[in-house]
């Protein structure tokens, strides 16, 4: 039996990656270095070599494409007729025929620039001819880059095809659009087919799979076909049309008496009898559908008299497949939604595939082979005495308690539907518990914290207390706000009236003058001290400020000149202990740029010696600190030699390292990459 398996079939590159590869694998595998010393025959080797490694790895790509996609003519008629509707085997056909001409083409050229290449005179030369044969190459592969792209584009879809096996047991569902065959596949099998309430909601075939008397079966829901000329119909009613004539299968024929798929019974028998030259040597069942909205006993004569005539038409295929067709295996009613007759619909139509498929192979050459192996034993009574199936009377009432216990035991699937359904119903967990006395179940479980139960510290007057709280809050509340009173001043003498009056001024003042530089944040510029214009940030003016306010301004001003940088026109002052420097001794005067140094080496810190104790460190004196930052230097003295990282580095991955990316690879070492 030939499986097709669309889904392994090679990634087609574009025509731009098609070169990409082949030409970086033939820099890749073959020699790169060549010098004009060289003797002649060796640069012709060498050119010889690329030319031919290009043109090997090129048909060996092309070949891989025409032998993975199927032929039309190797295939079951089934999938090319398929293949056909949904690809069109016209440019299917034309699109793999241009693949093998540039692939005999490129082999064309390759020749071509080897016989050249026999007889180069020069490295330049040899250099030239090699580029002009790899250059023709590429240009035979980008004029076949729509091809390329065609059949990427058929291949990702024949991917997604479902794995059909024409020569298996299969039952086919046919019928207008939206009469509840996607419902019915949905019941039988395992399969999940989209259903909305919408014609052509089932836009491609969809397959499940079912089982009875220990066989397995296949079953595949078609799109609607509507009732139209062969001509008009699209591709999704031309995959119906496709399945239909190629499977050999049990056909559903489904019927919607009740007419809310949008069509008569009129239209679905019109239909039946345009198509009905592909039922044909296949087992044919009319299933009316959607009985819980219509039965089939209240249709009108009209429509009953179509019913009736298709269910003719297929008792006549029934007959002339050489069986014994009844009625009521041809003509069957089913409801999708309430699964009424589903299960009887599916075993009569694997029952009538089976009888057919076993007939078939009686009628066959081969049976006559295989009949002189079997050996069918039927036993002969020995007596007219009657001897019935003995069961034991335990055996009997232990059957009856078991249905018994069975039909009285409510699960929680029961109690749930019984009581408003999922969200609604909330399950007890407390009546599976096992306990000395039932009546424990349903007791309020103690709140343990801390190895205490919470109820012994519960006070039953919590609540009274509460209020009794609530009520002294409320009355001291009530006299804080007897007893606050704005303070006015009128209790203060002249002097601090005038200064109350004039700090709630500043603060006013303050105020206005922060809105404004908020309001003009974004706008207004950053400017230096050195440029300011109102003079409101100088040494002066704060000596004026600190003076109003009686304090001596004299040590903030010092302070200020002392960090001050220019100190181009500030002598040296004379410590006030009449103590001098060493300058000073001897009545030499030191020049202005020993001055300089010395004023500006005052403000700069004392660095502090590395071996000196700072409090805290936790050591004992200088020589503990010094022996101590001993032994770390020689701890990492070993690591630093071998240029190892750290806990605390920063670890940067080598991405790419050297040893696998750089040089030439020989045969047979692409492992490591």
Known sequence: MVQYNFKKITVVPNGKDFIDIILSRTQRQTPTVVHKGYAITRLRQFYMRKVKYTQQNFHEKLSTIIDEFPRLGDIHPFYGDLLHVLYNKDHYKLALGQINTARNLIGKIAKDYVKLLKYGDSLYRCKCLKVAALGRMCTVLKRIGPSLAYL????????????????????????????GKSSFINKITRADVDVQPYAFTTKSLFVGHTDYKYLRYQVIDTPGILDR???????IEMCSITALAHLRAAILFFLDISGSCGYTIAQQAALFQSIKSLFLNKPLIVVCNKTDLQPLDGLSEEDLKLVNEMKAEALKTAIGQGGEGTEADVLLTMSALTEEGVIAVKNAACERLLNQRVEIKMKSKKINDCLNRFHVAVPKPRDQKERPTCIPPAVLEAKAKQVASEEKRKTEKDLEEENGGAGVYSMNLRKQYILADDDWKEDNLPEILDGHNVYDFIDPDILHRVEELEREEGLRQAEAEDDDFEYDGTELTPEQQEALTEIRRKKNLLIQQHRIKKSTAESRPIVARKFDKDNQFTMERMGRQLSSLGLDPSLA?????SRSVSRKGRKRERSSDGRSDEMDIDGVTPSKKQRLSRSRSRSRPVSRPPHEVVPGEGLRDSAQKIKAIKIARKSVKTRNKNAKRGEADRVIPTLKPKHLYSGKSSNGTRHSR
């Open 152 to 179: 990427e584009q058929v291949r990702q879809h024949m991917a997604r095809l479902p794995s059909i096996d024409p020569n298996t047991r299969t039952i086919l569902i046919c019928g207008y659009p939206n009469v």
């Open 229 to 235: 000329p062969f001509e008009d119909r699209n591709i």
């Open 557 to 561: 001003v010092n302070r200020m000149r």
